[in-house]
C-alpha cells in the first residue's frame, strides 16, 4: 500500500491524524477534514454512536380540549334594546335578526347566552363590552361562566 493509501486509512479508521493528505502533484495543502469525511460510528441514530441496536423512547401527546365559557348578558331596566343589539352585532358578530332574538330572550328571562368560547376569548369579550357600555353610561352587565 502506497504512503498516500495508508494515511487514508488512518484518517478514516478515527486516528489523531487532522488533516488529509496532499495529492501528490497538485501542489494544495492538507485540508482540515469536514463533517462528512470524518469517521461514522455505527447504529442507529439516537444511539450515541455505541454499536448494537439502540432503544427508543415513543411517548404519545394527548391534547385536551380547552375548557369552554358561556358568555352571558343579564337584563337591566335602563340600558335601551338598541344598545344591546348592537353590541351583540359588534362583539359577537350576531346579525340583526340574531341579535334582536338574544337581546329579547335576555329582556324576558334576565338572561341570554352571547356565545361560547375559550377563556381568554371569552374574558376579552366581557371586558370589551363592559368597557363600552360603561362609556356610554349604561349599567349593562356581561358575565363569563364554565360550561
Not at 439502540?54 to 335602563?78: E, H, I
Not at 362583539?91 to 340574531?98: G, L, N
Amino acid at each position: 500500500m502506497d504512503t498516500a493509501r495508508a494515511d487514508m486509512v488512518e484518517v478514516n479508521r478515527g486516528r489523531s491524524r487532522q488533516h488529509q493528505p496532499a495529492r501528490k502533484g497538485d501542489g494544495s495543502l492538507p485540508q482540515p477534514l469536514g463533517m462528512a469525511d470524518r469517521p461514522r460510528r455505527s447504529g442507529p441514530p439516537g444511539d450515541g454512536g455505541k454499536d448494537g441496536a439502540g432503544t427508543a423512547v415513543l411517548t404519545r401527546t394527548r391534547t385536551r380540549k380547552p375548557n369552554l365559557y358561556r358568555v352571558l348578558l343579564l337584563n337591566d331596566d335602563y340600558t335601551p334594546m338598541e344598545f344591546v343589539v348592537h353590541v351583540l352585532e359588534r362583539f359577537f358578530q350576531k346579525d340583526r335578526a340574531e341579535a334582536t332574538r338574544i337581546m329579547m330572550h335576555v329582556h324576558q328571562n334576565g338572561v341570554g347566552e352571547c356565545g361560547v368560547f375559550t377563556y381568554e376569548v371569552a374574558e376579552t369579550k366581557v371586558t370589551l363590552v363592559m368597557d363600552l357600555a360603561r362609556k356610554h353610561m349604561h349599567p349593562l352587565q356581561c358575565v363569563m361562566e364554565k360550561k
